[in-house]
């Protein structure tokens, strides 16, 4: 076992599908690292076990002192999970290996399909649920698949993690879990912080522009962001909408770009890093986020740290919480009042400027720091009281 660790340090395993490395990687992503990297620095041992992938390069690796452990592939990952928690009930695998021995609590990342760890871990198990999937399973799968998905998340899960600790990130996915039946007092709430602002203030663009963010799937509806672009270029012939990130989603996107007659005026970035991505928020007159569902909206708060303001749909989860509406953004009910807000709002200067500042306070308001502290108060609480062995 590793000596260095203090009689109030705990080792925390956190099973996700994906790292921020990953092509695929998001916003849930993201809220794990920064709470693994917090962890570490309160003292913890992390270790995060997901999928492999071309890009990450060697198979462990160690970042903000988490360590790394890349098994499988997309799907196997789910088994490679599971075997790797039983080889260290054994003393056997990586985990042994590395001197960890088993982990004192399993957090589990319900990324619609959980990783099923009551049924091995043998250790506490802390369901992390960023949102509910209901209205994304049939967007994303077939109709067989979306029934299988959809049964799994809310009949099947719920009663499997009936013993356990659930966080979720809004108050809007708490909601949303303890209406399938998981029990409102088990549910903690930790949003998410905003991560800082590092580089130098940047200038707006000198034309009108609108940025997406995010992963490029279907559920995040970049097509309503064209739509609107389409609508607007008439009286904006100068107006550009940037499309900042990567998805399997992304050629379908180009071609509507193309019928729409609209390529001239989108610019699709790919993958960005995060300079790039300071760059992009920065100069953005308004950030769009018209995604289906969101558990919090990190992107909505990533741009308010710009003093961005962002126009998102009132029924995507989360986002109405990430947001202040009329304030630092504003919230419609359908594609109609999207397009016409986002027009009113790249029109009047003074009220894009006042959410904008209003935003920047708003997003101040999150902070990593505090959401590693709550979080770790669950740690202890969770492994301390045995809860989902």
């Not at 903000?64 to 080889?87: E, P, Q």
């Not at 989860?317 to 790249?346: I, N, P, S």
């Not at 959401?371 to 740690?379: I, N, W, Y």
Request: aromatic share 8%; hydrophobic share 45%.
């Amino acid at each position: 076992m590793d000596n260095s660790r203090t009689p109030t340090s705990r080792h925390v395993l956190f099973l996700n599908w994906r790292d921020t490395s990953n092509p695929e990687g998001g916003g849930s992503e993201v809220y794990v690292e920064r709470i693994a990297a917090e962890l570490v620095a309160a003292g913890h041992q992390v270790t995060l076990l997901c999928a492999a992938h071309e890009r990450a390069g060697a198979a462990d690796t160690t970042a903000d002192g988490v360590r790394m452990l890349r098994r499988g592939s997309r799907h196997t990952v789910y088994a490679r999970a599971a075997l790797t928690c039983l080889a260290g009930r054994l003393g056997l695998g990586p985990l042994s290996r590395r001197g960890l021995g088993r982990p004192d609590l399993v957090v589990d990342v319900c990324n619609g399909v959980p990783f099923f760890a009551p049924l091995y871990a043998g250790r506490p198990v802390l369901a992390l649920v960023h949102h509910v999937h209901r209205e994304q399973w049939p967007v994303v799968f077939g109709p067989w698949m979306a029934r299988l998905g959809w049964w799994i998340e809310s009949w099947l899960a719920v009663r499997l993690y009936r013993r356990c600790r659930y966080v979720t990130v809004s108050q809007a996915s708490r909601a949303e879990l303890a209406e399938l039946g998981v029990a409102a007092e088990r549910i903690d709430v930790v949003p998410n912080g905003t991560p800082p602002v590092t580089g130098a203030p940047l200038p707006r663009s000198t034309h009108p522009s609108l940025l997406v963010l995010g992963r490029l799937v279907p559920h995040k509806r970049v097509e309503i962001a064209l739509r609107t672009v389409a609508e607007l270029i008439g009286k904006l012939p100068d107006l550009e909408l940037v499309v900042a990130g990567q998805g399997w989603w992304e050629q379908p996107l180009r071609q509507l770009s193309v019928e729409l007659g609209i390529s001239d005026h989108v610019r699709f970035t790919g993958f960005i890093s995060e300079e790039e991505k300071h760059a992009v928020l920065s100069a953005a007159w308004v950030a769009l986020t018209p995604s289906l569902k969101e558990g919090w909206g990190l992107t909505i708060v990533e741009a308010a740290a710009r003093s961005t303001p962002t126009v998102a749909f009132r029924y995507a989860g989360g986002v109405a919480e990430a947001m202040v509406d009329t304030e630092t953004g504003l919230l419609v009910d359908d594609e109609r009042e999207f397009t016409d807000q986002v027009r009113e709002l790249l029109a009047d200067d003074v009220r894009r400027k006042a959410m904008g500042e209003a935003a920047f306070a708003h997003a101040s308001r999150f902070t990593w720091a505090a959401t590693g502290t709550r979080f770790a108060q669950l740690v202890a609480q969770i492994a301390h009281g045995g809860a989902g062995r």
